[in-house]
T-cell receptor, first 109, second 114 residues
């Protein structure tokens, strides 16, 4: 079967750095997405990785290792508004998007 | 601004009373999706349209139907809502070009079944 694993919940301190991990087992791979979802709102696109390595976009970076079936989202200089769920999603060989359940990130002052 | 719009944002219906949720987009994307998302769960794909081609997920109940009268609009019909259908319904769009296909979401409609 196809599976995406992420921690259910993480807590971090304002101003700090946090890394949210995602591991996947899918039938084929055509890219990995990270989305941010605030409570009661729709997911918003953060990043896309299809090649191994680190993609940096401001305070957010996303890393991919295809051989390990692993990605992480790195958030720097955490702000209170970063409190949200972060969803990892993988496009499989049929270009279907397989979603993780999301990691709820709690930021404390 | 180009965007995905969903109406209404909140919908209350009675058990068994048909309800229709709507989605429109100004992105001119050729693919539109309907997802169901329950609290602390991953979005669950119900179906999608690739242009006019309808693609139903195998485990989507027959109670859920969809219509796409034109490129811009897509509707989700729930024929006889049950208590278990209370959820957030998300509409998303993407442009399928054979390359990267990023999905962009509307704000969602939260459905409450009484």
């Amino acid at each position: 079967g196809q599976n995406i694993d992420q921690p259910t919940e993480m807590t971090a301190t304002e101003g700090a750095i946090v890394q949210i991990n995602c591991t996947y087992q899918t039938s084929g791979f055509n890219g990995l997405f990270w989305y941010q979802q605030h409570a009661g709102e729709a997911p918003t696109f953060l990043s896309y990785n299809v090649l191994d390595g680190l993609e940096e976009k401001g305070r957010f970076s996303s890393f991919l290792s295809r051989s390990k079936g692993y990605s992480y989202l790195l958030l720097k200089e955490l702000q209170m508004k970063d409190s949200a769920s972060y969803l990892c999603a993988v496009t499989d060989s049929n270009y279907q998007l397989i979603w993780g359940a999301g990691t709820k990130l709690i930021i404390k002052p | 601004d180009a965007m995905v719009i969903q109406n209404p944002r909140y919908q209350v219906t009675q058990f068994g009373k048909p309800v229709t949720l709507s989605c429109s987009q100004t992105l001119n994307h050729n693919v539109m999706y309907w997802y169901q998302q329950k609290s602390s769960q991953a979005p669950k794909l119900l179906f999608h349209y690739y242009d006019k081609d309808f693609n139903n997920e195998a485990d989507t109940p027959d109670n859920f139907q969809s219509r796409r009268p034109n490129t811009s609009f897509c509707f989700l019909d729930i024929r006889s809502p049950g208590l278990g259908d209370a959820a957030m319904y998300l509409c998303a769009t993407s442009r399928r070009t054979g390359d990267v296909e990023t999905q962009y979401f509307g704000p969602g409609t939260r459905l409450l079944v009484l």
